[in-house]
């Protein structure tokens, strides 16, 4: 809650993500007063200054090395600036990874907030899956005005009480 607080900027530091490579954020405590219960945060990060196309991943820093998520939160052709909501689940003390895949691009972190477990207010972070890719199945493109419901009860894990989802 509250104005965003920028938690990380690569331009600042003059080394931007290189291909291939990770860095971890801290997003749990510090100037963003984030609480240590906090289970995820959301997050604008904003990709720009790529030396190629690419896609850059975000998700909890984890205990062990394990593989990344198969989907990406941003893709990005240069000179392309591009901003996105994420919403990450926190990992290991309290921290946040970033994977960039090809080239070379500057990353911009901005917190916005954070969930944390409450008075029966729940909210669950899944791993990012594609639940949706009209390039890959018979389904026409969405044409402009035409909409295509999307049932996500029971999908990629969404149980069947939820109420609403972070697509």
């Given at each position: 809650?509250?104005?965003?607080?920028?938690?990380?900027?690569?331009?600042?530091?003059?080394?931007?993500?290189?291909?291939?490579?990770?860095?971890?954020?801290?997003?749990?405590?510090?100037?963003?007063?984030?609480?240590?219960?906090?289970?995820?945060?959301?997050?604008?990060?904003?990709?720009?200054?790529?030396?190629s196309t690419t896609d850059?991943?975000?998700?909890?820093?984890?205990d062990t090395d394990v593989?990344?998520?198969?989907?990406?939160?941003?893709?990005?052709?240069?000179?392309?600036?591009?901003?996105?909501?994420?919403?990450?689940?926190?990992?290991?003390?309290?921290?946040?990874?970033?994977?960039?895949?090809?080239?070379?691009?500057?990353?911009?972190?901005?917190?916005?907030?954070?969930?944390?477990?409450?008075?029966?207010?729940?909210?669950?972070?899944?791993?990012?899956?594609?639940?949706?890719?009209t390039r890959l199945t018979?389904?026409?493109?969405?044409?402009?005005?035409?909409?295509?419901?999307?049932?996500?009860?029971?999908?990629?894990?969404?149980?069947?009480?939820?109420?609403?989802?972070?697509?």
């Amino acid at each position: 809650p509250g104005d965003p607080v920028r938690r990380g900027d690569t331009r600042a530091t003059g080394d931007p993500l290189r291909g291939g490579a990770s860095r971890d954020g801290q997003v749990v405590g510090g100037s963003a007063s984030v609480p240590a219960s906090a289970t995820a945060v959301i997050l604008t990060v904003t990709a720009l200054n790529a030396t190629s196309t690419t896609d850059v991943r975000v998700y909890p820093t984890p205990d062990t090395d394990v593989a990344p998520p198969q989907v990406s939160n941003i893709n990005l052709r240069p000179p392309g600036i591009v901003p996105n909501l994420v919403i990450a689940k926190v990992g290991r003390g309290g921290s946040v990874r970033l994977l960039n895949n090809a080239g070379s691009v500057d990353v911009l972190v901005d917190l916005a907030g954070w969930y944390e477990q409450a008075d029966g207010a729940l909210f669950h972070v899944l791993a990012p899956e594609r639940v949706m890719d009209t390039r890959l199945t018979s389904a026409a493109r969405v044409s402009s005005g035409e909409f295509r419901d999307l049932p996500l009860r029971g999908v990629a894990g969404v149980s069947s009480p939820a109420v609403a989802a972070v697509l």
